[in-house]
Structure formats: C-alpha cells, structure tokens
C-alpha cells in the first residue's frame, strides 16, 4: 500500500541517516585521535623513511629510489608499534601545518640516511623526496634546504624533489620563484602522479623540470586497454621531444614492463621490483663502490 511505501522510506531514511552520522563520528573521532596522538610523534622518533627502487628499464639497474614516509604510531626508532601509511596522516598534517617541521625532517633524514650509506661503502643513488603544496606556501622552505645541505654535506645531485602538478599549479608565480631556487642550488626536480591533474606538459615548460612520473592510474590497464597504451605512449613521446625524462609508476607486471619498454620509457618503479622498504633491506639493493 501506499502507507506501506511511505513507511519504508521514512524507516530507511531514517537508517540511511543513522548509518551516515555513525561513519562520519567514526571518521572525526578517527581523525581527532590521529591528530592528538600526531603531535608527539616527530620528538618520540615515531617516523620512518622507506625507500623504492626506481629501475633503468634498459638495463635493469637501480636508478634512484623514492622515499616514503611511514608513521609508526607507539613504536620508537624503526621498533614495534603500529605502521600507519601516508594516507593516513599526510592529509591531516598537512591541514594543519604539521608536514612543515615533518616534512623537513623527512629530507634531512634522507641526506643523513644517503651520506651514511656513501660512508659505509654504498655507491649512493638519487634519492627523491616528495615536497606537498603546503611545504611549498610555507616562506622558509628554500632557506631550510640550504641549511639541511650544509649541514650533512651532501652533494645536491643525490636529492631530487617530486611535487604533483596540482601543487605546481596553486602558487603561479611564488612557486616558479621557489623552483628557480631549489634548481639553482643543484637539486633536480620531478613532476609526480602527471595525468591526474592539468597535465599540460607544454606548461611544464615555463618549469625547471626534468622528469615527468605518469601516474599509476594509467599503467595499471595498459596490456587490456589500448586507450591507456596510446595516452603512455603520447606521454612519453612528448615528454622526451621536450628533454624530460619519463618514470612510469606502479609497474607490477612484466607485461607493462615490456610495454613501456617499447615505448621507449626509461624508468620503471613499482611492485615488480619491489615494495617500498626499510633503510636496511634498501641497502641491500645499493651496489658496492
Ligand atoms: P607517491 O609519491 O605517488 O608515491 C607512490 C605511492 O605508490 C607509494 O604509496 C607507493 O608505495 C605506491 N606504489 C609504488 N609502487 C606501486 C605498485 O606497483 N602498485 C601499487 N598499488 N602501489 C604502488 P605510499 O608510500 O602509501 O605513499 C602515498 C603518497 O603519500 C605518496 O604518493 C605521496 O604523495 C605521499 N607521501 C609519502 N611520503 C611523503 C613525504 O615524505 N612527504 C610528502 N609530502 N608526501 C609523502
Ligand atoms: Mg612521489
Ligand atoms: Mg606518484
Ligand atoms: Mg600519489
């Protein structure tokens, strides 16, 4: 009946509303207990710096590696704990401005971490750090990685930074200025997740960029889907009558290897290889001066 349809909206409703409102007090509670219990984390040593191989897909090789954050809640130095992964915290650090003194950390961790591997005998490959929007608004960031390169000593070729297209394209102007210092102090710079945003490489240009990663969203299908193949294939193409380099992310099998093989990519990162590691099973992968 009509009073029975009625009812089974409202009571539906009614659920729908209920179910709504229990997830998104789960989410906030959630997140109110992330932020509180990020506040300590940086003086209690709870981070961790992972690293991925970035491969040579000509030869094979380690290239360079990416470094990616890991949060270990409770836990201290590399011990115990519970692993808690970026997109977890990233977002709320970087709401509330803590992915400033983190995300510095992060790049001096990753000199420290590259100029203890050199002494110990480790043929050191670049390391890249991802950067965020919000480290880019923030006005001491140039003068922080000065410092951070005079203090380890590191030589500047050995970091390069990731930023994402949507990040470039917030700040115009601020952020072409910040580029051009960052570049002029010898510290290469990379465009991440490209294809997910403006993806204007012509743009791309006004940048000091030299390496462009396609996003994993476009290698995930590439040997089902033609589309996808004919977009990596036009990435890679102009990219390199633009003088960029091309690293293709998420690669997990051999056939998307062979693909970009084809397509004449010259870098691969992914689960094929390998899932990003702790610093000792990373240098296992460095070769030996
Ligand atoms: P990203 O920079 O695009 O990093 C690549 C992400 O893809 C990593 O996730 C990596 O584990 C994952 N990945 C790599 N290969 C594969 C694959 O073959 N298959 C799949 N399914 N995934 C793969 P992760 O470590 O969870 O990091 C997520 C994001 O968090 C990063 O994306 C980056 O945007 C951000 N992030 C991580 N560390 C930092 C940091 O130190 N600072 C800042 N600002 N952001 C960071
Ligand atoms: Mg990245
Ligand atoms: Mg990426
Ligand atoms: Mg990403």
């Known amino acids: 009946s009509a009073d029975g349809a009625m009812y089974h909206a409202k009571a539906s409703g009614r659920n729908n509303y209920q179910f709504f409102k229990e997830s998104m007090n789960l989410t906030a509670a959630r997140h109110f207990e ?3 219990s990020l506040r300590g984390a940086l003086a209690a040593h709870e981070f961790e710096l992972y690293f991925q191989p970035i491969m040579d897909i000509g030869t ?3 290239h360079a590696m990416e470094v990616l954050l890991r949060w270990r809640r409770g836990g201290k130095d590399g011990k115990g704990g519970e692993l808690v992964m970026p997109d977890q915290f990233i977002p709320i650090i970087e709401e509330n401005g803590m992915i400033v003194p983190i995300g510095e950390w992060v790049i ?20 890249a750090v991802n950067l965020s929007a919000r480290q880019f608004m923030h006005r001491g960031l140039v003068e922080s990685i000065r410092a951070i390169l005079d203090d380890t000593g590191i030589d500047p070729a050995l970091i390069e930074f990731e930023i994402t297209e949507t990040a ?16 002029a102090m010898g510290i290469r710079l990379s465009i991440d997740d490209f294809g997910t ?3 204007s490489l012509a743009y791309l240009k006004r940048f000091p960029v030299k390496k462009i990663k396609i996003d994993r969203a476009f ?11 004919a977009i990596v294939a036009a990435i890679i193409a102009l990219s390199h009558s633009l ?15 062979a693909l970009l093989q084809r397509h004449g990519c010259q870098f691969a990162q992914g689960y094929l290889f390998s899932q990003p590691v702790p610093h000792a099973t990373a240098q296992l992968l460095l070769p030996r001066c």
């Open 34 to 36: 992330l932020e509180t």
């Open 60 to 62: 094979r090789r380690l």
């Open 108 to 127: 001096r961790q990753a000199c420290k971490q590259s100029m203890l591997w050199h002494s110990q005998g480790m043929m050191p490959v670049p390391l």
């Open 168 to 183: 470039l394209m917030q700040h115009g102007e601020q952020t072409l200025e910040i580029l051009g210092h960052i570049n």
């Open 197 to 199: 945003g403006y993806s």
């Open 219 to 229: 290698i995930k299908d590439l040997e089902q889907s033609a589309e996808d193949r």
């Open 243 to 257: 003088q960029l380099s091309v690293v293709a992310e998420g690669v997990e099998t051999e056939g998307q290897y």
